[in-house]
């Protein structure tokens, strides 16, 4: 198993919204992340509350009253049956996607809160997001290093699965590419709080309609150096594994051993109901899609 993931207890959330409701996907990972920032950030205040006593003669009692929630993380894996369009965080609108031609064609244009660029999901494209406390890994402190290390991580979980000849063939390049061949299968995202980050990754599994992905999507205006100017069709490729041991590898990098997982198939109700009040008001309103 990947090395150097904490004992923390790891919420496993295997759940696909409906699928006429495709923002609240990208709504409740924003809300995991939320409610993740939110108890951590109660914790520090019960934790001050109960060192600082009044009437203790030295005004700090001992650290062993204090009792803090263990830690944990979420990792969600979820999937959607029907195209979609999902812009990063800043990424232009008009320019990252074909409005006309997707509203045309029935296919939703949205954006989620993590950076990076645009991506078309859909069938046979798996979605994995991580929120995890910063604390937890001193490279989750650097931006940049946090998510190449969470790839890594992915990388080398992958690696179980394959022959020696195309285990030396699958990379991380970038920022947080993943590539088999010298080909792109899998990109990741991710947005930071105070105290938690959120990683998102999409993978190409063999199912996935690598055609849909040139209609919909024109050539990004910036490119990583491993693209080398290459076209979708020349630069993508999709996994060199089956969705199965995807979802399997996925989890040993991310979820720590079987034995911390603690599995959900649906999402808590206060997650849930924060992430319809975050449809509301963000991730289902044009202004918010159409803000860059």
């Known amino acids: ?10 919420f496993v959330l295997d759940w696909t919204a ?24 109660a914790e520090t205040k019960v934790e001050a509350e109960v060192l600082v006593q009044p009437g203790c003669s030295c005004d700090i009692a001992p650290a062993s009253n204090a009792t803090p929630t263990p ?10 049956p029907a195209a ?18 997707c509203q045309a064609e029935g296919v939703p244009i949205l954006r989620r809160s993590s950076g990076g660029g645009t991506v078309l999901l859909g069938p046979g494209v798996l979605c994995g997001a991580i929120v995890a406390p910063i604390g937890e890994d001193p490279a989750y402190r650097a931006v940049d290093r946090a998510q190449v290390t969470l790839l890594e991580r992915l990388a080398e979980a992958l690696r179980g699965y394959l022959d020696s000849e195309a285990r030396s063939s699958l990379r991380v390049e970038g920022s947080g590419d993943l ?7 899998a990109g990741s995202a991710q947005r930071r709080t105070k105290t938690h980050l959120l990683v998102h990754v999409s993978v190409l599994t063999p199912e996935a309609d690598l055609n849909a992905i040139d ?13 080398r100017a290459r076209s979708h069709n020349e630069f993508l490729t999709v996994a060199p594994i089956d969705w199965e041991r995807l979802v399997c590898a996925l989890l040993e990098a991310w ?11 649906h999402p808590p109700p206060d997650a849930l109901a924060r992430a319809e009040m975050l449809v509301r008001e963000r991730f289902g309103q044009q202004d918010w899609i159409e803000r860059f």
């Open 18 to 41: 409906p699928p006429d409701r495709p923002a609240l996907d990208l709504a409740l990972d924003e809300a995991l992340l939320n409610h993740a920032t939110a108890l951590a950030e």
């Open 71 to 80: 830690p944990h993380r979420w990792v969600r894996l979820w999937s959607r």
């Open 255 to 265: 979820a720590g051993p079987p034995s911390q997982r603690a599995w959900l198939d």
């Open 1 to 10: 198993m990947p090395s150097s993931l904490s004992s923390a207890w790891t």
């Open 84 to 101: 979609v369009v999902v812009l990063g965080a800043t990424r232009p609108f008009a320019r990252d996607a074909r409005p006309e031609l």
């Open 215 to 227: 209609r919909y999507l024109p050539l990004p205006d910036r490119v990583p150096d491993h693209r």
């Open 179 to 185: 590539t088999w061949q010298g080909r792109k299968f």
